[in-house]
């Protein structure tokens, strides 16, 4: 089974930072990767699909880059509304989540 | 709108059993395949189970085969998880969702299932 490792665990930023965080697949899965966001309360929210793919109405500030076994999620200049968990997720064949990111605003 | 609502959760002893439902609108029903994903409490999301868009096929991870089927009514738009001999570890929040190509871009609200004597 595929192993879905994200860091850090938590990160506490700044207003108006870019901040960058790590998917690692434990095979080769291609672009087969997907991020979401969850704040506390809600159903989680897609980001991104096919690791570089921004889904619909999701502001330009999130980024999403990698191949094969090695990826990440980007936000520039990171607003406050930002601050949430961000899961990566292997798509197809036994979706797989990695344990998430937490993003704190300072 | 695509709205998924789930239903069906509350407290239930170990080794009881429980169905969750989950009534989708705003789509054509039969044409998606249907997931169900978990979250425990204060964790990450877990996949629990998925179904083809005719149902004929479904797929599962190791910690509930055997224990947990899902299945579909395509004239009713409903899907549903049937929890059988449920453990404490099964507690969370179920999440009914439904794919685009390349992620989960539809979720409900969810539905709590407390495994609990």
């Known amino acids: 089974n595929i192993v879905m490792t994200q860091s850090p665990k938590s990160m506490s930023i700044s207003v108006g930072d870019r901040v960058t965080m790590n998917c690692k697949a434990s095979?080769?899965?291609?672009?087969?990767i997907a991020w979401y966001q969850q704040k506390p309360g809600q159903s989680p929210k897609l980001l991104i699909y096919?690791?570089?793919n921004r889904y619909t109405g999701v502001p330009d500030r999130f980024t999403g880059g990698g191949y094969g076994t090695d990826f990440t999620l980007t936000i520039n200049s990171v607003q406050a509304e930002d601050a949430a968990f961000y899961y990566c997720q292997r798509i197809y064949n036994s979706p797989t989540f990695g344990g998430g990111t937490k993003l704190e605003l300072k | 709108e695509v709205q998924l609502v789930e239903s069906g959760g509350g407290l239930v002893q170990p080794g009881r059993s429980l169905k969750l439902s989950c009534v989708a609108s705003?789509?054509?029903?039969?044409?998606?395949?249907m997931t169900w994903i978990r979250q425990a409490p204060g964790k990450g999301l877990e996949w629990v189970a998925s179904?083809?868009?005719?149902?004929?096929?479904?797929y599962y991870p190791d910690s509930v085969k055997g224990r947990f089927t899902i299945s579909r009514d395509n004239a009713k738009s409903t899907l549903y998880l049937q929890m059988n001999s449920l453990r404490s570890e099964d507690t969370a929040t179920y999440y009914c969702?439904?794919?685009?190509?390349?992620?989960?871009?539809?979720w409900g609200q969810g539905t709590l299932v407390t495994v609990s004597s």
């Open positions: 095979q080769n899965v291609g672009n087969n």
């Open positions: 705003g789509f054509t029903f039969n044409n998606y395949w």
């Open positions: 179904i083809t868009n005719t149902g004929g096929s479904t």
């Open positions: 969702t439904r794919e685009i190509a390349g992620g989960f871009a539809y």
């Open positions: 096919y690791a570089s």
